[in-house]
């Protein structure tokens, strides 16, 4: 019965989709399975030779290397064996009684990949710059004929080339939140902190999106302690993003001479609580699970503005949660909208 | 005397606008294409500012910003750097190489390039 237990596992092992290699305790191969040997292009004769032979073999030598050094400390390494060769590989010590009796290392072929996400990458750095060329060719042509500098423009032909001139400012925020959005899957959410205050970050987005408030005749309410409130450490611009998101998303989603109240408060000391409440439109209960997933839009908010990326609001919880921060709403459809972050102070 | 400024940008219609916004202002206007194209022109003559664009034909903006910084006649030139590329990684890269400001493309119009023209040239 133990005997075809033992073949049992040799049998998954062998099969495993996985490649797979054991060493004994003094690093001789004891063991490969066929997936190991088909990235590998391992040979039987490897089979119990020491290490120092195992070196000698061309394409044994970034995993040799391996072997020799930090072997026990490994997982999940992306490993370049050659240049179209690439292998996320882990290893585990293998213990009995606290005594060391082999390594077990098992790995993945990534190479597709990884050219692929490399692909991916550049292709949206690129994107993003080719689009964003011709936008501000228009941009430009159409501020200078605004600016009245080519010559007189009737009152209709003003408005309209302004509906131009925000449908393409429009243009240009999607392209960079899908930059964002490349960056937060990178992993490369912050890239430099430092400490700075919300209160000044929230006046600045203001001035940014005071035209708007007024056109929209939007009451307007900021409420901010009377002491100021400590500095958080921070990516700013990534922080400034966050509350342009929300703040973007108050007035677009808030029908005219709407009411936006924006708060911020310390919680006991240990972090600050943002909140912006607007009374528009509201997010419908079935949507709400959705709502910070990448591209996702409610439909009452494709409604008003058929343009968004859907990416605003998982751009912003991917920043708070990377400060150690939490975002989180309150929302009845048709009566309005709360949307509330913490920042947690470290001294 | 008015300031004279160099403009190098490959694409036809943005160096147009800004060229027009600039001679509109008094400025004294050169462009140029291509990098190379824009080192020679700084080599000839005297300018007081440089606007210059990243992506461009054969030598990029990046290296015509560090030749230009070598050169100890061209060194003291402001060189404003004006790109649609605009990740953090080449936004450090641009201002450690020595531009004195970096705008990206899509996010100013004509005027605010020469607002902070004004301000560069009044330093």
Same mark, same amino acid.
């Given at each position: ?6 073949i049992?596992?040799k049998?998954a092992?062998?099969k495993?989709?996985?490649g797979?290699?054991i ?9 490969f399975?066929q997936k ?27 995993i /040799? ?5 930090e ?5 999940g390494?992306?490993i370049k064996i ?8 882990s #290893? ?16 993945? %072929?990534? #190479?597709r990949?990884?050219?692929l996400?490399? +692909?991916?990458k550049?292709?949206? =750095?690129?994107? =993003?710059h080719?689009?964003r ?17 080519i010559?007189p423009?009737?009152?209709k032909q003003?408005?309209?080339l302004?509906?131009i ?11 960079? %939140? ?5 960056k ?5 959410? +912050? ?6 205050s919300l209160e000044?970050i ?20 900021v ?11 921070m ?8 509350v ?6 108050? *007035?677009?989603?808030?029908?005219? /001479?709407?009411?936006?109240v924006?708060?911020? $408060?310390e919680?006991?000391?240990k972090?600050i609580?943002? /909140? ?8 419908p $209960? ?6 910070? #997933? ?6 009452? =908010? ?8 859907? +990416? ?10 990377a400060?150690?921060?939490? *975002?989180?709403?309150?929302s ?9 972050? #913490? +920042?947690?102070?470290?001294? | 005397?008015?300031? @004279? ?6 694409e036809p219609?943005?160096?147009?606008v ?13 462009e ?7 080192l020679?022109?700084l ?8 606007l210059?664009?990243l ?13 230009? @910084?070598?050169?100890?006649e061209?060194?003291? &030139?402001?060189?404003l750097?004006?790109s ?7 936004i ?5 190489l ?6 990206? @493309?899509?996010h100013? &119009? ?6 902070k ?7």
């Amino acid at each position: 019965m133990e005997d075809k237990n033992l073949i049992r596992f040799k049998i998954a092992l062998e099969k495993l989709p996985q490649g797979i290699i054991i060493l004994d305790e003094r690093k001789r191969i004891i063991f490969f399975n066929q997936k190991a040997q088909e990235i590998l292009n391992l040979r039987e004769d490897f089979l119990f030779k020491e290490i120092e032979e195992i070196k000698e073999i061309e394409e044994l030598k970034p995993i /040799s290397e391996i072997f020799e050094k930090e072997i026990f400390k490994i997982f999940g390494k992306e490993i370049k064996i050659k240049e179209d060769l690439i292998l996320r590989l882990s #290893t585990f010590e293998l213990k009995e009684d606290q005594e060391e009796i082999g390594t077990l290392i098992f790995f993945s %072929d990534i #190479t597709r990949e990884v050219s692929l996400e490399r +692909l991916k990458k550049e292709f949206i =750095a690129l994107a =993003a710059h080719q689009l964003r060329t011709p936008i501000s060719a228009a941009q430009w042509g159409i501020s200078k004929i605004l600016e009245e500098k080519i010559g007189p423009l009737n009152s209709k032909q003003k408005s309209y080339l302004e509906e131009i001139l925000q449908t393409l400012q429009r243009l240009v925020k999607i392209i960079d %939140d899908l930059l964002h959005t490349t960056k937060i899957e990178e992993g490369k959410i +912050l890239e430099k902190t430092q400490k700075f205050s919300l209160e000044a970050i929230v006046d600045y987005v203001l001035s940014l999106l005071g035209s708007e408030i007024a056109k929209k005749k939007i009451n307007l309410e900021v409420n901010k302690p009377f002491n100021p409130l400590p500095p958080i450490q921070m990516d700013v611009e990534k922080i400034k993003l966050v509350v342009q998101n929300l703040l973007d998303n108050a *007035i677009k989603y808030t029908r005219e /001479s709407g009411r936006i109240v924006i708060s911020l $408060e310390e919680r006991s000391g240990k972090e600050i609580l943002f /909140s912006i409440k607007d009374n528009g439109i509201g997010i419908p $209960e079935k949507e709400k699970e959705r709502i910070f #997933t990448k591209f996702f839009r409610a439909e009452n =908010a494709q409604k008003v503005e058929p343009s968004g990326s859907g +990416l605003g609001l998982y751009v912003a919880k991917n920043i708070i949660e990377a400060h150690g921060g939490k *975002i989180w709403f309150e929302s009845k459809e048709g009566k309005g909208t709360a949307f509330y972050f #913490t +920042l947690p102070i470290i001294i | 005397m008015s300031a @004279k400024i160099l403009i190098i940008e490959d694409e036809p219609f943005l160096r147009k606008v800004i060229s027009d916004e600039c001679r509109e202002k008094g400025y004294f206007v050169e462009e140029a294409i291509e990098g190379k194209e824009g080192l020679e022109k700084l080599k000839k003559e005297k300018f007081d500012l440089v606007l210059l664009d990243l992506l461009l034909p054969g030598i990029d903006g990046f290296e015509v910003l560090a030749q230009i @910084k070598k050169d100890p006649e061209l060194s003291k &030139t402001p060189v404003l750097i004006l790109s649609n590329l605009g990740q953090k990684e080449e936004i450090e890269k641009g201002l450690k190489l020595g531009a004195v400001d970096y705008l990206i @493309k899509a996010h100013v &119009t004509p005027s605010e390039i020469l607002e902070k023209i004004e301000k560069i040239l009044a330093r």
